[in-house]
């Protein structure tokens, strides 16, 4: 680290749990973000205010109007524009030395692969259920860790599924396919701005304790978020050896 950063990233630096160590590893890290929405908006500005090495802002929407009260990483002027591009134009204004790369199309197939393989950590901020499934699988398949966050009305939920390590349940275990519950999406049901904040910085909160090797994750533990009554609690859960995904089954095929 060169003086610029020490002093840039001395906060961090003063934290014991971080130190010097901890924040290299924020800053050697890549960093795939599945959508630059509601969630993937703070999510991203966090890890580049942090230092986060490269960036990968996977999204295939527009800006549009409706999405400007709550998706901070975009600006009335910026409307119109691919949201992967808006991000990495805001982006690069806060920290010019993170590396933003684009992908201004629906993640999926090769190019989820191979981003997936890439990351050091993977934040899924996208809004469908489709999209989480098969991020979660190519999470498993390369070991990455995967932090997930949600939100909908005045509901949050935070969890991670730390995929480099076996024994540790993934998405699949928790929400399995097929009883995927009626997809709410923000568009029709509505949902409180500051709460995709509220997910969205947790979610960073977790990518970064992991790149920075300190705390304990939210892996096994679901974190769920009321907005409306200000409750918060976790409720445990463990992996499904049944699991279709990284089930001792699926694990044999
Ligand atoms: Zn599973």
Same mark, same amino acid.
């Given at each position: 680290? @060169?003086?610029?950063?020490?002093?840039?990233?001395?906060?961090?630096?003063?934290?014991?749990?971080?130190?010097?160590?901890?924040?290299?590893?924020?800053?050697?890290?890549?960093?795939l973000i599945v959508g630059a929405g509601g969630l993937g =908006?703070?999510?991203a500005?966090?890890? #580049? =205010?942090?230092?986060?090495?490269?960036?990968i802002l996977a999204d295939g929407d527009t800006v549009d109007?409706?999405n400007?009260?709550?998706q901070?990483?975009?600006?009335?002027?910026?409307?119109?524009m691919l949201k992967a591009e808006s991000g990495r134009?805001?982006? #690069?204004?806060?920290?010019?030395?993170?590396? $933003?790369e684009v992908i201004a199309q629906r993640l999926e197939g090769e190019l989820l692969e191979e981003a997936v393989s890439?990351a050091? $950590?993977v934040l899924d901020c996208c809004d469908n259920f489709a999209t989480r499934h098969a991020v979660n699988r190519a999470c498993?398949?390369?070991?990455?860790?995967l932090?997930s966050?949600a939100?909908?009305?005045?509901?949050?939920?935070?969890?991670?599924?730390?995929?480099?390590? $076996?024994? @540790?349940? &993934?998405?699949? &275990?928790?929400?399995?396919?097929?009883?995927d519950?009626?997809e709410?999406r923000c568009a029709?049901?509505?949902?409180?701005?500051?709460?995709?904040?509220?997910?969205?910085?947790?979610?960073? &909160?977790?990518?970064?304790?992991?790149?920075? =090797?300190?705390?304990?994750?939210?892996?096994?533990?679901?974190?769920?978020?009321?907005?409306? =009554?200000?409750?918060?609690?976790? $409720?445990?859960?463990?992996?499904?050896?049944? &699991?279709?995904?990284?089930?001792?089954? #699926? #694990?044999?095929?």
């Amino acid at each position: 680290m @060169n003086d610029d950063q020490l002093l840039r990233y001395s906060r961090h630096i003063l934290l014991p749990e971080i130190d010097v160590e901890g924040q290299q590893g924020i800053i050697d890290s890549t960093v795939l973000i599945v959508g630059a929405g509601g969630l993937g =908006s703070p999510a991203a500005m966090y890890l #580049a =205010s942090a230092g986060v090495g490269t960036l990968i802002l996977a999204d295939g929407d527009t800006v549009d109007l409706t999405n400007l009260q709550r998706q901070i990483l975009h600006r009335e002027d910026q409307a119109g524009m691919l949201k992967a591009e808006s991000g990495r134009q805001t982006l #690069a204004g806060i920290n010019p030395a993170t590396q $933003v790369e684009v992908i201004a199309q629906r993640l999926e197939g090769e190019l989820l692969e191979e981003a997936v393989s890439r990351a050091s $950590v993977v934040l899924d901020c996208c809004d469908n259920f489709a999209t989480r499934h098969a991020v979660n699988r190519a999470c498993l398949r390369y070991r990455k860790p995967l932090v997930s966050g949600a939100a909908v009305r005045f509901d949050g939920q935070v969890s991670v599924y730390d995929l480099r390590y $076996v024994e @540790n349940p &993934c998405y699949h &275990c928790l929400f399995p396919e097929g009883e995927d519950l009626a997809e709410m999406r923000c568009a029709v049901t509505g949902i409180f701005a500051p709460l995709t904040g509220v997910v969205g910085s947790l979610q960073a &909160c977790e990518a970064l304790k992991i790149l920075a =090797s300190c705390g304990e994750p939210l892996v096994g533990r679901l974190l769920l978020i009321d907005a409306l =009554s200000m409750n918060m609690r976790t $409720v445990r859960y463990g992996r499904d050896p049944g &699991c279709a995904v990284c089930g001792e089954a #699926a #694990a044999q095929r």
